[in-house]
């Protein structure tokens, strides 16, 4: 019986040493440390304008076509700060939502990772930094600034 308590510690002992031991083999990448000021006109606009995004060049959110009108950046701004989902006098999630900036329908859109349901549509997903400056931006209070 005493030989068995000691292998029994034995085995314990052994386990939490071989434990111990995990080797990380894959490296996680640093998540995007969130940027400290984001501003509207140098940051948050210039996104809808590139090519890369295809918010305009593909005519999507253009005058008329698919709210929000993102076709310059004073009636984007006023677009995303006011406007909802749904155009119904109810309303729905607001494009900017300043008191749950993760519910905010332009934050998720760009942030999906559902090609359904992503913008922009057809094009690659956008960076990282561009998310996290979205989501500070609207957690500042979606100024135009």
């Keep these: 019986m005493n030989i068995k308590i000691k292998l029994h510690h034995l085995l314990i002992i052994g386990a939490m040493v071989l434990g111990s031991c995990q080797k990380e083999y894959v490296?996680?990448?640093?998540?995007?440390?969130?940027?400290?000021?984001?501003?509207?006109?140098?940051?948050?606009?210039p996104a809808f304008a590139a090519t890369t995004s295809g918010c305009l060049g593909s005519s999507c959110h253009n005058a008329g076509v698919n709210p929000p009108d993102l076709s310059t950046p004073s009636i984007a701004y006023t677009a995303l700060k006011t406007g909802t989902i749904q155009s119904s006098s109810a309303g729905?999630?607001?494009?900017?939502?300043?008191?749950?900036?993760?519910n905010s329908v332009f934050y998720r859109r760009i942030h999906l990772t559902t090609p359904d349901d992503q913008m922009p549509v057809g094009a690659s997903a956008l960076s990282a930094d561009y998310q996290a400056k979205v989501l500070k931006w609207i957690q500042d209070g979606a100024k135009n600034n």
Excluded: E, F, M
């Excluded at 729905?92 to 993760?102: H, L, M």
């Design 92 to 102: 729905g999630p607001a494009y900017c939502d300043t008191v749950n900036p993760t």
């Design 27 to 45: 490296q996680k990448q640093p998540p995007t440390p969130p940027p400290t000021s984001v501003s509207y006109s140098l940051d948050i606009a």
